[in-house]
């Protein structure tokens, strides 16, 4: 589960650019886990079977996300609840030079998204 192949992907420039929630609680259910179903999993990189071996498609991502170190940034990890700027996840999509390419390849998250899952992070990473 290591956030080490994660390129080759394509931005499919599919995830919706609103913000329905931009100052209440973050919830991974309805805030985070359709950004990983839109820009991640469906995109064909980040789903079961798929080379990148982190799953991020309903029902895996959050245990295969949250206080999992990582394979190729260790010791963070890639989830790090209560600590966005220590988590590989939003290095990697703020494009910070020690965590490698920024994600996704080709493309980028909405400022709204970005946001998400910043706070979702700092907010302590619930599987809510």
């Known amino acids: 589960m290591g956030l080490f192949i994660l390129m080759g992907c394509v ?3 599919s995830e919706q650019k609103t913000d329905d929630n931009p100052t209440g609680s973050v919830s991974f259910s309805s805030d985070i886990q359709p950004v990983f179903d839109l820009s991640c ?25 949250v206080n999992v170190e990582s394979k190729n940034y260790a010791p963070l990890k890639l989830v790090e609840p209560g600590k966005s700027k220590d988590s590989v996840l939003y290095l990697k999509i703020m494009g910070n030079s020690k965590t ?26 619930e599987n809510n």
Request: with cysteine.
């Open 100 to 125: 490698g390419s920024k994600m996704p390849p080709g493309g980028t998250l909405s400022d709204a998204s970005t946001t998400k899952i910043r706070n979702w992070i700092t907010e302590g990473a």
């Open 41 to 65: 999993a469906t995109s064909g990189c980040h789903r079961a079977g798929h080379s990148t071996s982190l799953d991020l498609s309903g029902g895996s991502s959050y245990s295969n996300l």
């Open 11 to 13: 931005d499919m420039g």
